[in-house]
C-alpha cells in the first residue's frame, strides 16, 4: 500500500495507489458502475464504500482476486449480489466470464437490474436465493462475499454441487474457525475445502482468503 494517505481525488489515481491499474476501456466501465452505484446508494443502502479509495481497496481488490481463480469463459452465479460486488465488477474486468446476479432482497435486485441496464452489460439478475436458482440453472462456480458464515453457505449449497460446480468465497482471518464450526455441524462431509489464494488487503491486519469448496470424490477445479 501507499504511504501517501491523501485521498484519491479519481478512480484512476486510486487503482495507481492500490496497485491495480487497469485498461481505460475497463476503467471508464468502472466508472460508468461507481457513479450509477452511488447515485442508487443515496436512497438505498448497498456499500458503505463512497469513496475512490474504499472502492477500490476493497471491492475492486476482491473482485480482481476472484477473478483470477476463474478459467476462460466460465460460467458464475454471485450469491447474494447485493450492491454489484463481486459479480458486475468480475463482468466488467472480465468479459469472458459468464456471470449471473441474485439476492433474496427486491430492492437490491431491481437497483442491480438498474445498474445493469445502464452500463449495457448482458448480466442477467435474479430476485431469488441461490438454491432456488440452482435448482433449474447449472453453473461452473459461485462466488461470494461478506454473505455468510461458512457453516451457512455449506447448509444452503447442500444438494446443489451438481449444478453450483464449486464455491469461491472470501473470507478474513476467522476462516479456519469458521471451517471448524461448519465440521462440527456435520456439514464438510461430502466436500473438500482448501486456501486457495491469500492476498493483502489494505488497512486489514491480516490477509484475505479465497476459500475454494468443491464435492468430494471428484478431481479438485
Request: net charge negative.
Amino acid at each position: 500500500m501507499s504511504e501517501d494517505v491523501s485521498a484519491s481525488a479519481t478512480l484512476e489515481e486510486a487503482l495507481i495507489k492500490f496497485g491495480a491499474p487497469l485498461p481505460d476501456e475497463i476503467r471508464n466501465q468502472l466508472q460508468r458502475y461507481v457513479d450509477a452505484l452511488w447515485e442508487i446508494n443515496k436512497s438505498l443502502n448497498l456499500t458503505r464504500h463512497t469513496d475512490y479509495d474504499k472502492f477500490v481497496s476493497r471491492d475492486v481488490i476482491d473482485s480482481l482476486a476472484l477473478a483470477g481463480q476463474l478459467r476462460p469463459n466460465e460460467e458464475i452465479l454471485d450469491m447474494g449480489s447485493g450492491g454489484g460486488v463481486p459479480g458486475i465488477v468480475i463482468a466488467i474486468i472480465r468479459p469472458d466470464v459468464r456471470v449471473t446476479l441474485c439476492d433474496s432482497v427486491g430492492k437490491k435486485a431491481h437497483a442491480m437490474q438498474a445498474m445493469i441496464e445502464q452500463l449495457e452489460l448482458e448480466v442477467p439478475v435474479y430476485h431469488n436465493r441461490a438454491e432456488e436458482i440452482l435448482e433449474d440453472l447449472s453453473f461452473d462456480a459461485v462466488v461470494c462475499r461478506a454473505v455468510a458464515p461458512l457453516k451457512k453457505l455449506l447448509a444452503w449449497l447442500d444438494g446443489h454441487w451438481l449444478s453450483a460446480g464449486r464455491l469461491l468465497t472470501i473470507k478474513g482471518g476467522r476462516w479456519l474457525e469458521e471451517v471448524k464450526e461448519a465440521r462440527h455441524l456435520g456439514l464438510t462431509k461430502g466436500v473438500e475445502i482448501r486456501n486457495a489464494h491469500e492476498y493483502e488487503t489494505p488497512g486489514n491486519d491480516h490477509p484475505s482468503v479465497i476459500v475454494k469448496v468443491w464435492p468430494k470424490g471428484r478431481k479438485e477445479p
